[in-house]
């Protein structure tokens, strides 16, 4: 069985949503480690109670970027992974970590990239009066939220959405769809990383939408 590390911060929204999505075989593997750069990951408690090993690796314990990013490194490689996902982690990756594992690392950015790389992004899209946003699942290279995209999916937003209610929207209505779906594509070989991003034998010259969701995933 294919093994996945993931990487956390926060909730863990997206990772819940990989472990039952695992679960129900709709990803071809499991969710060998969660490590959290935070103790008060509140994700943490939801992968324990799945039964998933957990490790807190706190970048507070480091003197810099790359010495944190070693550490995280050695823990990540020492499961193996065919994927490691970043699933809501807050810290910025160096070379260190990205370029052994480009073409294993997706993460997921809450616009439609390339619009509103960094944070606060659904603040941003109200403040800009976008009428639509969603979030982005791209491979992780060095650059910051600038990988090659594999799939975004979009809403229109609502003239009385504040920036909670859109991320709530967002997350629900995308996130939770298009990140276990990234993940089936890498494992089940369908998504591979060939210096870009290729699906089913062609280059993703723009990201896919949610037409292209396996029906599983549509729900
Ligand atoms: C999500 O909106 C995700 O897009 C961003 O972090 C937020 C929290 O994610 N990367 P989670 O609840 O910790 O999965």
């Known amino acids: ?11 863990g929204r997206n990772l819940q949503a990989l472990i039952r999505a695992c679960a129900d075989g ?24 799945a039964g998933v090993p957990t490790q807190v690796i706190s970048h507070r314990d480091y ?8 550490a995280l490194l050695a823990a990540v490689s020492a499961e193996e992974p065919a994927a490691v996902v970043l699933a809501g982690f807050m810290r910025i990756l160096t070379p260190v970590f990205v370029a052994p594992l480009q073409g294993r690392l997706l993460n ?32 992780v290279t060095e650059a910051l939220d600038a990988g090659a995209a594999i799939i ?38 369908e998504l591979q990383w060939r210096g870009g991003a290729w699906f089913r034998g062609r ?10 969701l396996d029906p599983a995933f549509r729900s």
Not at 26 to 48: F, H, P, Q, W
Not at 158 to 167: C, G, H, V
């Open 1 to 11: 069985m294919k093994r996945i590390v993931v990487l956390i911060s926060g909730r």
């Open 26 to 49: 709709r990803v071809a593997g499991r969710v060998a480690r969660v490590i959290a750069n935070r103790a008060d990951a509140a994700g943490l408690t939801y992968a324990r109670a």
């Open 63 to 70: 003197a810099d970027r790359e010495s944190f990013d070693r």
């Open 108 to 139: 997921i950015h809450p616009s439609l990239l390339p619009r509103y790389p960094g944070l606060d992004t659904h603040a941003r899209a109200l403040a800009a009066g976008d009428r639509e946003h969603g979030a982005t699942v791209h491979f």
């Open 152 to 189: 975004q999916g979009a809403l229109r937003v609502r003239p009385d959405d504040s920036a909670d209610t859109l991320a709530r929207r967002v997350l629900e209505e995308i996130e939770l769809r298009i990140y276990p779906q990234a993940v089936a594509w890498l494992l089940s070989g």
């Open 203 to 212: 280059l993703l010259t723009q990201p896919l939408t949610l037409d292209a």
